[in-house]
């Protein structure tokens, strides 16, 4: 077993089970009835931690059973205290029980970034992460989903004071959310003006989300939010959710209009109207450097249709490739999608993205500090 394993990164695809209906008790009583295989895994996972001695990162997600609220504990003092990423991910985790507690987490003092089930992410869990012993945290990945938030509660999620303090502590920290078939009204709880939000996903079966909800996000989240995604894998296409319906101006151009930073806009399931989808390019222009929006996505307006001169479909690529300030055209698979995959697997991957890139930037500012103390010493030996 190697002990200066630095990297440790697990992902249970768990999405064939749940396309067949096999995902629960019954299935995993079947392949193992006595438990000794899941209890054998769990033995091999916990030895790996209990041996490492320079493991930074550390990543399981979805792993059914493998990770357990008692796992962290295997690892050594040392260890946690010089961990730098850490996510722990597992929606079918039962009741109230969590992957990891507020005061395991007083010994991660090095944490640069977490990802974590939105209802495991607790107040007191904000409150150890802004202690002056724990260096400040860059990335915070958090997945929203339905099975989580119909089991666990949500009363001890953090409130606008706690994350207030959390961007205090590190003006650079910005988070990742990724809300799966979560009601309105959930979202309306989680979304504290004062989180630093980035990047937010969508994904759903059933629950769509309302105009009322992107109209909040673009009005809270202006200064920060860069991914904006919305899916929606109805298997009834005749008729997408409008989110401009009964309002004077689209929820999607007013995102576009408000959040400056606004990069990545991606759409499926929900109507995308043409003349709006040109609004949102000419006011992103060439900065929007990702819009996907599934064909069966856009809709014209009887004016545009009407209109024998012009044909609706090559004028909208025209005009928003003019303003986008490059080629454009909408996604006619949805397969074809970038932000495409199951959820879990979706979120698993852009959570890994979304951290490295900090890393990324933390080595190479640390290069440049380097290299300008290098060119003032010689400076001083000249």
Request: glycine share 4%; hydrophobic share 40%; with cysteine.
């Amino acid at each position: 077993m190697d002990r200066n394993l630095q990297k440790f990164s697990l992902f249970g695809d768990i999405s064939i089970l749940q396309q067949q209906g096999s995902l629960s008790n019954t299935y995993l009583s079947k392949v193992d009835p006595d438990g000794k295989k899941i209890k054998q895994i769990q033995q091999l996972f916990e030895e790996i931690l209990s041996n490492s001695r320079q493991m930074k990162w550390l990543s399981c997600g979805f792993m059914l059973e493998i990770l357990t609220p008692t796992s962290l504990s295997s690892l050594s003092n040392a260890v946690a205290n010089t961990m730098e990423h850490l996510s722990l991910l597992d929606n079918n985790i039962p009741g109230n029980s969590t992957l990891i507690t507020a005061v395991e987490l007083e010994r991660f003092v090095n944490l640069h970034s977490l990802a974590l089930d939105f209802c495991d992410f607790t107040a007191e869990m904000a409150r150890v992460l802004t202690d002056s012993n724990h260096v400040p945290l860059q990335r915070l990945s958090l997945l929203v989903h339905n099975v989580s938030v119909m089991h666990k509660s949500l009363e001890n999620m953090p409130n606008d004071e706690h994350w207030k303090a959390l961007s205090r502590k590190s003006t650079s920290l910005r988070v990742y959310i990724m809300a799966f078939d979560t009601k309105s009204e959930d979202m309306l709880k989680i979304l504290k003006p004062s989180i630093p939000l980035e990047r937010i996903h969508f994904d759903s079966y059933i629950t769509c989300v309302s105009g009322a909800i992107v109209d909040l996000i673009s009005r809270q989240y202006d200064k920060f939010l860069t991914h904006f995604i919305l899916m929606n894998d109805v298997i009834d296409t005749s008729g997408f959710p409008d989110l401009s319906d009964n309002r004077n101006e689209d929820p999607l151009v007013l995102l576009a209009w408000r959040c400056t930073k606004l990069c990545l806009l991606a759409i499926h399931g929900y109507t995308v109207w043409a003349h709006n989808l040109i609004a949102i390019a000419r006011l992103r222009g060439s900065d929007l450097k990702v819009l996907e929006v599934t064909e069966e996505s856009i809709d014209f307006d009887q004016g545009e249709l009407a209109d024998q001169d012009v044909d609706p479909v090559h004028n909208l690529i025209e005009q928003v490739s003019l303003g986008l300030g490059q080629p454009w055209h909408a996604v006619m698979d949805i397969e074809s999608l970038s932000v495409f995959t199951e959820p879990n697997r979706h979120f698993y991957r852009e959570m890994q993205s979304f951290t490295e890139q900090k890393a990324a930037e933390i080595e190479h500012k640390a290069a440049e500090i380097v290299h300008k103390a290098a060119e003032t010493c010689l400076g001083l030996t000249a």
